[in-house]
């Protein structure tokens, strides 16, 4: 429960039990705790595809908080609460909030949106905030379960499940995997989560991280992977595509070296196709140029539309396991 996580404590491990608990990090799920996310999903598909998600309701609030722009997480985790009937309150503009222009703490701004929008433990605050620990901190000032929609430059752990989930929809066996991580790896964070999520789950993983020099993999992350099996590669079934991501780039005054490399890295139709038979093309988006080729969309491979679509099916499953007793 979220009462468990006191001054930015370690979030409670799931292990079967998704009720009434925060979800923060990757580190607290299980290869068990992955796949019944992925089976609830498949179930909310086959309900919603059928027009019976009556059966899918469930009876709780639900408040959005977004300190941070977004267009695809926010509208899914919105479809998302729908579809599962949840009382929503969802604000995508919380930086500029009075509360926090005022320097308010961030704890007493979650405590203040508990307390007006009348929340309890078993409803679900979801998240989003430029700081690594924010939702951390959320979690230890109310009883109501935080759900992190993306924190800092480190973790976006329901990112990662929706990747996951799309690569699972094609390659069913999730051992022996290849997958090449490209663009922004020292700031963009969803290929951080994914990377502890796949070496979490399959075994004999082996990731080629390609980056320029001064946006690479830090190097600690780059050790527990290598820790929990993970190899380096050349070839790839998947190859995942981020951007550079120029407003970190802004907040650590290194706007010189993002000009320098900022159109150093472009795939488009006629690369793709030289590719591996089969190999997955994934991008979180927004892709800030190096991805716009529209002949893209004709490629076999690409999987970058249907990860937006499988986000939704996730976050319906991770929020219905939170919010269900
Ligand atoms: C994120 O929030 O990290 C996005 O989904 C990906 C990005 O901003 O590049």
Known sequence: MSVQMKNGGIPPKISGNFYGKDFIEISQLNKEDVYKIFEQAEEIREAYDSGSISDLKVNARAAILFFQNSTRTYSSFNRACQILGLDVFAEHGMSAFSLAMKGE???????????????????????????????????????ASIVNAGSGSLRHPTQALLDLYTIWKDIKNLNNIELIFMGDLKFGRTVKSLGSLISMVGKNIKINLVSPDICSLPDKLREEWEEAGVKTTQ?????????????????????NEYNKIKADYIIDYELIKKAKNNTLLMHPLPSNGEMEDPKLDEYAGARYLNQMKNGTLVRSALIRQITKK
């Open 105 to 143: 703490f961030l704890r007493r701004t979650i405590q203040s949106i508990y307390q007006t929008q009348m929340l309890t433990a078993g409803d679900v605050i979801i998240m989003r905030h430029p700081d690594t620990n924010s939702s951390h901190i959320a979690a230890s000032a109310v009883d």
């Open 235 to 255: 070839t790839t079934d998947v190859l995942y595509v981020t951007r550079l991501q120029q407003e970190w780039f802004e907040k650590s005054n290194m706007m």
